[in-house]
């Protein structure tokens, strides 16, 4: 198990068989949770979020906390209100998806794919490579965004993520 623990706040409103929470539940490599009260605090995933993650919230730094904390429902149903999970909110910056649903799209990544550019953002590759090896379009994940991935875990906050992020919004 890598540095942080994957928990998911489990709205269960997607298909089963393409669901990479369940998926990542089965191989338990992350915790499921039916309830916002049963799902632990920790660095809430969350693209309404008005600050970008960045290697200062990782654990090294004096981070409050090792657990990365994701929604898991259908982009369809995404709603501001649904991320009323306990602790620090941040949103990921650019990144495209790899999987099979939205391949291509920017901002529009699954459940792993979300957890795996966190964990590059802060600095744990292994764990990321680790999750991801169990989708066969993983490692395309790593791929399409290796540039991006590596230029934010350079970073030293939030501030200079969002500069970086402009270099490719301003090229989309």
Known sequence: M????????????????????????RFELAELHNST????????LN???EQALSPADGVGTGARHDRLVALDCS??????EAFDLEGIH???????????????????LNTVEAFAGALCILGERDQ??????KF????????LNE?????????????????????YLADE
Do not use: M
């Not at 009260?37 to 809430?44: D, L, M, Q, W, Y």
């Not at 982009?75 to 501001?80: G, H, K, L, S």
């Open 2 to 25: 890598g540095t942080y623990g994957l928990h998911v706040r489990y709205e269960g409103d997607d298909d089963p068989k393409k669901c990479s929470a369940r998926k990542l539940a």
């Open 37 to 44: 009260r049963a799902t632990p605090p920790g660095i809430v």
């Open 47 to 49: 693209p309404f979020a």
């Open 75 to 80: 982009w369809e149903t995404a709603e501001r």
């Open 90 to 108: 941040r949103s990921l910056p650019f990144l495209v998806a790899a999987n099979p649903v939205n391949y291509g799209t920017a901002f529009q």
């Open 128 to 133: 990321a490579e680790e999750i991801l090896s």
């Open 136 to 143: 066969t379009w993983g490692h395309t994940f790593l791929e």
């Open 147 to 167: 540039e991006p991935l590596r230029r934010y875990a350079e970073c030293s906050d939030s501030t200079e993520v969002v500069a970086v992020q402009e270099d």
